[in-house]
């Protein structure tokens, strides 16, 4: 959900660049998240491989608040990577970035994917989940870029809705609810937003040479989408 920033090798929006200069824009910024999705894969083929996914398990399992300080570190590290990413003053800072929050990704992930391998004895979940995601990607980005429609009004529900969905998670630890099914279709549809406004915002809201930012914004939110889709299918297969 970035705006823009102030940029020294970059002057207006990129919506105001010649066509050329747009499409150049969107091809970078969808290699680089193609870049931290593959990234991400391969971490998580790491991690497994090492067997950190049951030493992860056992730390989560060790106290009902273990989640919450692990949420809590990840939207510390969150903020670093993408504080480092809109650094128009340096570009290796903006890959560190962008680094930094895969890494992060990989990690907060690996429980939930040790789960869903357990749950089926493969990984046939965790491939429906990702398929379902990058249909909805391509079908949400499409819908974003093709209407060249200005989607940044989303921003305001998106916040105040991010603000409910974490105190209703921090409501979870402390009271007796469940956050299950609809909880995982509502955020489906919360990510899915996110998608077309952060989709959106790469012609309305950045400047040619943000690409990398850019590319943070949508990996975060296509994250946020896979997270809760593996966790419906989860949800599904369970009942």
Same mark, same amino acid.
Not at 144 to 153: G, N, V
Not at 185 to 208: D, E, K
Not at 213 to 229: E, G, I, N, R
């Given at each position: 959900?970035?705006?823009?920033?102030?940029?020294?090798?970059? @002057?207006?929006?990129? &919506?105001?660049?010649?066509?050329?200069?747009? *499409?150049?824009?969107?091809?970078?910024?969808?290699?680089?998240? %193609?870049? *931290?999705?593959?990234?991400?894969?391969?971490?998580?083929? @790491?991690? /497994?491989?090492?067997?950190?996914?049951?030493? %992860?398990?056992? /730390?989560?399992?060790?106290?009902?608040?273990?989640?919450?300080?692990?949420?809590?570190?990840?939207?510390?590290?969150?903020? @670093?990577?993408?504080?480092?990413?809109?650094?128009?003053?340096?570009?290796?800072?903006?890959? %560190?970035?962008?680094?930094?929050?895969?890494?992060?990704?990989?990690?907060?992930?690996?429980?939930?994917?040790?789960?869903?391998?357990?749950?089926?004895?493969?990984?046939?979940?965790?491939?429906?989940?990702?398929?379902?995601?990058?249909?909805? @990607?391509?079908?949400?980005?499409?819908?974003? /870029?093709?209407?060249?429609?200005?989607?940044?009004?989303?921003?305001?529900?998106?916040?105040?809705?991010?603000?409910?969905?974490?105190?209703?998670?921090?409501?979870?630890?402390?009271?007796?609810?469940?956050?299950?099914?609809?909880? &995982?279709?509502?955020?489906?549809?919360?990510?899915?937003?996110?998608?077309?406004?952060?989709?959106?915002?790469?012609?309305?809201?950045?400047?040619?040479?943000?690409?990398? %930012?850019?590319?943070?914004?949508?990996?975060?939110?296509?994250?946020?989408?896979?997270?809760?889709? /593996?966790?419906?299918?989860?949800?599904?297969?369970?009942?």
């Amino acid at each position: 959900m970035n705006t823009h920033i102030n940029n020294p090798y970059a @002057v207006g929006m990129v &919506s105001e660049s010649p066509e050329s200069a747009r *499409a150049e824009f969107i091809r970078k910024t969808y290699a680089h998240l %193609a870049g *931290a999705v593959a990234l991400f894969v391969v971490l998580e083929w @790491v991690f /497994l491989r090492m067997g950190l996914g049951e030493t %992860a398990l056992g /730390l989560l399992g060790a106290s009902k608040y273990s989640w919450l300080m692990v949420m809590g570190a990840f939207m510390a590290i969150s903020w @670093v990577a993408e504080r480092w990413a809109t650094n128009g003053s340096s570009q290796a800072m903006q890959y %560190a970035g962008l680094a930094l929050y895969t890494v992060a990704e990989a990690v907060i992930f690996l429980p939930m994917i040790v789960l869903a391998m357990v749950m089926t004895q493969d990984g046939s979940l965790i491939l429906q989940a990702g398929l379902v995601t990058i249909a909805m @990607v391509i079908g949400i980005s499409a819908v974003a /870029l093709t209407t060249k429609k200005d989607f940044s009004f989303l921003g305001g529900f998106l916040k105040i809705g991010g603000f409910v969905v974490l105190g209703l998670i921090v409501a979870s630890f402390i009271l007796p609810i469940s956050l299950g099914l609809w909880f &995982s279709a509502a955020m489906v549809i919360f990510a899915s937003g996110s998608i077309l406004y952060n989709t959106s915002n790469l012609v309305h809201r950045y400047q040619p040479g943000q690409h990398v %930012a850019a590319s943070l914004s949508l990996f975060a939110s296509v994250a946020l989408l896979f997270w809760y889709v /593996l966790r419906l299918l989860m949800s599904l297969n369970r009942n």
